[in-house]
């Protein structure tokens, strides 16, 4: 089974400032017949189901505000917000979809300092 | 626009079944691949199993916690996809989500929440 890895396991970032996610996978999950990474990243807000924001680990959702990006690639990917603002508060979670079992990440939890 | 709405959870006694259905809209069905979330109260996600499109033949994929005692099972003339919980545990006790996924992207329900008492 393919582990991942978020780092840190909670972050406060003040109100503006950037906020970085990171998310390690134990095995590569690039895929070479297509050179795409099979990573989501999803944030979870308190009493809602998982909203996805990036997928192919750097294509984000339609909707989406452009402060959030994705990067990386191969075993080591980050989840940045470039200018936190307060309805950022939330758990996020890394996915990787390219082999079964789909594992998670356990999860960021991302508050206001 | 996709649209996933679960239905079928509550309360059921250690050792009971129950079956969750996902109703979807807005997609074909047999194009996609489907998959069951769950999560524990408090706790991360657990991704549960997954059924490919009718390209891939159907093939179906259980997480090993579940396997033997989950079943997956779609009918897309109803665009409908299940899950038939059988010898439920406390530990089952979850939220479960349908999610479908669409070149790539994840769409996710609102959730059916489970509960197995002891």
């Known amino acids: 089974d393919i582990v991942m890895t978020q780092s840190p396991d909670s972050l406060a970032v003040s109100p503006g400032e950037r906020a970085t996610i990171n998310c390690k996978s134990s095995q590569t999950i690039l895929h070479s017949s297509n050179n795409k990474n099979y990573l989501s990243w999803y944030q979870q807000k308190a009493g809602q189901p998982p909203k996805l924001l990036i997928y192919?680990?750097?294509t984000r959702e339609s909707g989406v505000p452009d402060r959030f990006s994705g990067s990386g690639s191969g075993t080591d990917f980050t989840l940045t917000i470039s200018s936190l603002q307060a309805e950022d508060v939330a758990v996020y979670y890394c996915?990787?979809?390219?082999?079964?079992?789909?594992?998670f990440g356990q999860g960021t939890k991302l508050e206001i300092k | 626009e996709v649209q996933l709405v679960e239905s079928g959870g509550g309360l059921v006694q250690s050792g009971g079944s129950l079956r969750l259905s996902c109703a979807a809209s807005g997609f074909t069905l047999s194009d996609h691949y489907m998959d069951w979330v769950r999560q524990a109260p408090g706790k991360g996600l657990e991704w549960v199993g997954r059924t490919k499109n009718k390209a891939n033949s159907y093939t179906i994929e259980y997480a090993a916690s579940v396997k033997g005692r989950f079943t997956i099972s779609r009918d897309d003339s109803k665009n409908s996809l299940y899950l038939q919980m059988n010898s439920l545990k406390t530990e089952d006790t979850a939220l479960y989500y349908c999610?479908?996924?669409?070149?790539?992207?994840?769409?996710w329900g609102q959730g059916t929440l489970v509960t197995v008492s002891s």
């Open positions: 192919w680990a750097s």
């Open positions: 996915q990787q979809y390219y082999s079964s079992p789909y594992t």
């Open positions: 999610v479908c996924w669409i070149a790539g992207a994840a769409y």
